[in-house]
């Protein structure tokens, strides 16, 4: 089974709390954005009075709000986080196991039992961390695109000025993790350990 559809298969097993996680993820994310914006209005707003009125305080108002809202979506993102992550993990392990008994019992497994129970163990964790890999690229994704566009709108000048060197140093990254990898994979070949 490709990794794609088995991602997408374990998605479609409970969306609804996939979905709370993502939106979760994305509210993580923007909090300091939203707080950015309100204190950014807050202090554009003190010049112009000269004493605390009804404009500061509904800010004020707003940035407890935000906070408030934070506080509760992490809770809320926790808790669906753990129930998707046990219930995924759960899934994984019946199938496991049922493959296992499905077998004729001398080719079952075909590791020590030790080894068998840590694969277990190991897949499924591997598996869902491949799941909040995904909810955290697409959270980070959307606050990108966000920051970007709000400091588009302070100054482009200055947009370019962060995100042009900023992709050209995640770009060299990359390709140098390909080359490391190249050359892992190099090593391990020719070592005597492996």
């Known amino acids: 089974m490709k990794t794609f559809f088995l991602l997408w298969r374990l998605v479609c097993y409970k969306p609804w709390l996939y979905i709370v996680i993502i939106l979760e993820g994305i509210v993580f ?3 300091p954005l939203v707080f950015g914006l309100i204190l ?3 202090f554009n707003e003190l010049p112009v009075h000269s004493q605390f009125d009804s404009s500061l305080s509904i800010l004020i108002g707003f940035l407890l709000l935000a906070a408030l809202v934070r506080a509760i979506v992490s809770l809320i993102g926790t808790q669906a986080i753990v129930a998707y992550s046990f219930s995924i993990s759960a899934l994984l392990q019946h199938n496991l196991l049922q493959g296992i008994l499905s077998k004729p019992g001398a080719r079952a497994i075909p590791v020590t039992p030790g080894e068998a129970i840590s694969n277990f163990r190991d897949d499924t964790q591997i598996i869902r961390t491949m799941l909040a890999i995904i909810v955290n690229a697409v959270a980070l994704a ?4 966000s920051a970007f566009v709000i400091l588009l709108h302070v100054s482009v000048q200055l947009t370019l000025l962060v995100f ?7 770009a060299i990254a990359q390709s140098m993790k390909k080359h490391l990898e190249a050359v892992r994979k190099v090593r391990q ?3 005597p350990w492996t």
């Open 29 to 31: 994310y923007m909090a």
């Open 40 to 42: 950014q209005m807050f």
């Open 142 to 145: 959307v606050f990108v695109i």
């Open 164 to 170: 042009v060197p900023l992709t050209c140093v995640v």
């Open 189 to 191: 070949r020719v070592s």
